[in-house]
């Protein structure tokens, strides 16, 4: 039931989400390369750049499917350089999204901004909210009052599908 509802999601997505026709989608990775929407090219000096996709981006795709940006969060962006700056940024960004959908009326209660960043991301947040390292994440914590669930990155892959599938049906339904 799952992958058949990944496949209808990712299918509408593809074909009516976007701006400029059609836009092929994969649920997670290009998503969540789209919140980006940010490419870093190394230089000849070794310093880094940004190139912004501006037709590609999720939010390009949230603007043209509402008719206006989600308040404070810009369709174009360029994010932080630094590892856990942009984690924060990233997980701030997902949190504003999960809060601009649930005024509108999705049902989101269930997904937790953590769960939309990428697995590189996601350890970063774990690290940063555990105090654990990389490699001895296997009890959680608390983060202000809430449960902070680490996960292996096989199963944090399955719950960021099921995150941002979940996230596509309610933009659909809202």
């Known amino acids: 039931f799952f992958q058949k509802t990944l496949t209808a999601v990712r299918s509408w997505f593809t074909l009516f989400g ?15 390369r789209d919140v980006c929407i940010v490419q870093l090219t190394v230089s000849q000096e070794k310093n880094f750049k940004r ?5 590609k981006g999720f939010y390009e795709m949230l ?7 989600i308040p404070g969060i810009a369709a174009s962006q360029s994010l932080p350089l630094d590892p856990v700056e ?3 940024h990233l997980h701030w960004q997902h949190s504003e999204l999960l809060s601009f959908l649930k005024s509108q009326g999705a049902y989101l209660s269930h997904v937790m901004p953590e769960f939309l960043l990428s697995p590189e991301d996601y350890k970063i947040w774990t690290e940063v909210n555990t105090g654990l390292r990389v490699g001895s994440m296997r009890s959680s914590g608390r983060l202000s009052g809430r449960r ?7 199963t944090f892959e399955t719950m960021s599908k099921r995150a941002w599938t979940d996230v596509l049906l309610q933009i659909y339904k809202v």
């Open 18 to 32: 976007w701006s400029k026709g059609q836009n092929p989608i994969s649920v997670p990775y290009s998503l969540r």
């Open 51 to 55: 190139k912004l996709d501006k037709d």
């Open 63 to 69: 603007l043209h499917l509402n008719g206006q940006p």
């Open 86 to 88: 942009r984690m924060f």
């Open 148 to 154: 902070i669930f680490v996960l292996e990155d096989s």
